[in-house]
């Protein structure tokens, strides 16, 4: 089956831990890109990636970092800089293509600091 | 930054009757997506739009590509419980790469 894996489904955190929220996609894409939603509320960009070994800040980057050593994988490790950690966190995936591009999500990561 | 404006916030309707939502946005976009989001999963793909004016169904959703290139609707028609849910707009501008800005939802309750 192809399509976007997200792991795991939900995750718990001691404050002051860093994290690693894992994605990975076999649909070719080029392009990734990390979410956070909080309830009620739409999606902000954190992070996105076009092409392998490169990665640009989105909207709300501060305490985030990410890599994308490969094209299929695109984890993003929530340290313990970012005030506000519990959310849920959606990745996406595209062929990054300017003007006709369409993203697909994964089923998303219920994080959860304590 | 660009930005998205999507209405109504929610709506209850009861069921077989028809849905409408819209996004408009402060600047031209290239592309529009509706997806829907069901609790605790991730935004699902309805229908992509490319080409203004360009007019798309997927069964029982239609959806629309503004003439001006700064709006689109999403219409429902017939609903039934399995609808509920929240619906996002997101739209890709002419600046922006393959980045989307996302419009905040719209959440429907659908009463049996």
């Known amino acids: 089956d192809g399509g976007i894996t997200q792991s795991p489904k939900y995750l718990f955190r001691k404050e002051g831990q860093n994290v690693t929220l894992s994605c990975e996609q076999n649909l070719n894409h080029d392009a990734m890109y990390w979410y956070r939603q909080d309830p009620g509320q739409g999606l902000r960009l954190i992070y996105y990636s076009q092409i392998v070994n490169d990665f640009q800040k989105g909207d709300i980057a501060e305490g985030y970092s990410v890599s994308r050593e490969k094209k299929e994988s695109f984890p993003l490790t929530v340290t313990s800089a970012q005030k506000n950690p519990t959310a849920f966190y959606l990745c996406?995936?595209?062929?990054?293509?300017?003007?006709?591009?369409?993203?697909?999500f994964g089923p998303g990561t219920r994080l959860t600091v304590l | 930054g660009q930005q998205l404006n999507q209405s109504p916030q929610s709506m209850f309707i009861q069921e077989g009757e028809d849905v409408s939502m819209n996004c408009t946005s402060s600047s031209i976009f290239n592309t529009w997506l509706w997806y829907k989001q069901d609790p605790g999963e991730g935004p699902v793909l309805l229908i992509a739009l490319y080409k203004a004016g360009e007019l798309t169904s997927n069964g029982r959703l239609t959806a629309q590509f503004g003439i001006t290139r700064k709006d689109s609707f999403l219409n429902i028609s017939a609903s039934i419980p399995s609808d509920v849910g929240i619906y996002f707009c997101a739209g890709q501008g002419e600046t922006s790469g393959s980045r989307l800005t996302f419009g905040e939802g719209t959440q429907l309750t659908v009463n049996p």
């Open positions: 996406a995936s595209s062929f990054g293509t300017l003007n006709v591009d369409t993203q697909y």
